[in-house]
Every structure is written in C-alpha cells, then in structure tokens.
C-alpha cells in the first residue's frame, strides 16, 4: 500500500505542475517531470518487478534502458528547440 499511495503523491504533483505551467520556466518543468517519471520507473520496476531481489544484471538493463530514453528524449527536445 506504501508503494500505492507514493506513486498517487508522484502523479499528483506532476499534474500539479500542469497548472503552474506559466509560473515556472518550460525547462524547469520539463527537468522535474523527467525526475518524477525517473522516481516513478524505478519504484515500479523496483517493487513490482522485483528488480530488488533478482540478479544485478537485470536491474542495469533497465537502467540502462531509462538512461537511453532520457538521452533520447533530450536530443528530440533540443531538435525542436524546446528550451529557449
């Protein structure tokens, strides 16, 4: 139930973000959602997964399959010049 109620905190504060959209720089936005997401994909696969109690291996697959999505991410969003 733990894991429950801090994913729905997780969630919450990211549609929060949503309405303070003209608050906060795009960037500022954008870096805390990728934590958010990052918080929230590990938790899962932690917990759910049981990434926690399986061999090492497994886990650096899926870091490395999250480190490849955010650096893909960041060159789509630098190619469409997102950040000025």
């Given amino acids: 139930m733990l ?6 905190t997780i969630t919450a504060a990211e549609v929060s973000l949503y309405y303070l959209q003209g608050d ?8 805390l959602l990728l934590i958010f997401a990052a918080l929230k994909f590990g938790l899962v696969a932690a917990w759910y997964m049981h990434l926690r109690t399986d061999r090492p291996i497994f886990a650096r697959f899926f870091v490395l399959g999250i ?17 000025s």
């Fill in 3 to 8: 894991i429950a109620v801090v994913l729905c």
């Fill in 24 to 31: 906060l720089p795009n960037a500022a936005i954008i870096a």
């Fill in 67 to 83: 480190v490849a999505a955010v650096l893909l991410y960041m060159i789509v969003l630098t190619s469409l010049q997102i950040w």
